[in-house]
């Protein structure tokens, strides 16, 4: 005993389906955003750091360690 579907109720679940995708889409979209930011945010103290520690190397090992992990820090942000 099949009985069809009304079709107010598909075109309700097609509403729902669609938006529940444009909402996911949307939250991915500006997690990314905020993310971004947030790494220029930071742009500037790593570019800083890092072109110090570039003028004048470190001469300790934990500061040649530091040296180099801001550089890497920094190419990961994609800092300029």
């Given amino acids: 005993m099949d009985r069809p579907v009304n079709r107010s109720v598909l075109?309700?679940?097609v509403v729902v389906f669609v938006s529940v995708i444009a909402v996911a889409a949307i939250s991915v979209w500006y997690?990314?955003?905020v993310q971004q930011e947030s790494n220029r945010?930071?742009?500037d103290l790593?570019?800083?750091l890092d072109t110090a520690y570039q003028q004048t190397r470190p001469?300790?090992?934990l500061?040649?360690?530091l040296a180099e992990d801001m550089h890497?820090?920094?190419v990961r942000l994609g800092c300029p």
């Fill in 63 to 65: 500061g040649q360690q």
């Fill in 31 to 33: 997690a990314n955003r």
């Fill in 11 to 13: 075109y309700a679940m």
């Fill in 59 to 61: 001469s300790s090992p």
């Fill in 46 to 48: 790593v570019v800083t």
């Fill in 41 to 43: 945010n930071w742009c």
């Fill in 72 to 74: 890497n820090l920094r």
